[in-house]
C-alpha cells in the first residue's frame, strides 16, 4: 500500500512563512502528480497547488505569488513554501499524490492526513 505523510504545519503570524513536507511510500512503481489542498470545517479540500512527474505546475489563483510548490522525484516528495499573508491561509493542509503501484495497471489517488495551519491574528 500506499502512505503520505506531511509536516511542517504549525501556528505562524501573518507575514511569516512556513514550509510544508510530504512524503510518499510503500509499493510505488510511478508518481505521476503530487498536489497540495486545503480544507476548512465543512467545506470540500481546495486545490492549492499541483506538479506533476514533467514538472507542470499549476496554483490557484489565491496562492500565485505567495505559494511555491517544488517536487523531488527521486524522493517522491513534494514541499510548498508558503508565504503567509492572510488569515483564510489558516486550515488543514492535505498532501494528494496520483499513484501507479506496483500491482496495478490503474492509477488513483492518495491523501496524507493532514497538517494543520494557523495563522495568528
Known amino acids: 500500500q500506499v502512505q503520505l505523510v506531511e509536516s511542517g504545519g504549525g501556528t505562524v503570524q501573518a507575514g511569516g512563512s512556513l514550509r510544508l513536507s510530504c512524503v510518499a511510500s510503500?509499493?510505488?512503481?510511478?508518481?505521476?502528480?503530487m498536489g497540495w489542498y486545503r480544507q476548512n470545517p465543512g467545506n470540500e479540500p481546495e486545490p492549492l497547488a499541483t506538479v506533476t512527474g514533467a514538472g507542470l505546475i499549476e496554483y490557484a489563483d489565491s496562492v500565485k505569488g505567495r505559494f511555491t510548490i517544488s517536487g523531488d522525484t527521486a524522493k517522491n516528495s513534494v514541499y510548498l513554501q508558503m508565504d503567509i499573508q492572510r488569515p483564510d491561509d489558516t486550515g488543514v493542509y492535505l498532501c494528494n499524490a496520483v499513484i501507479r503501484t506496483l500491482d496495478s495497471v490503474y492509477q488513483r489517488d492518495y491523501w496524507g492526513q493532514g497538517t494543520e495551519v494557523t495563522v495568528a491574528s
Open positions: 510503500g509499493s510505488i512503481e510511478s508518481v505521476l502528480k
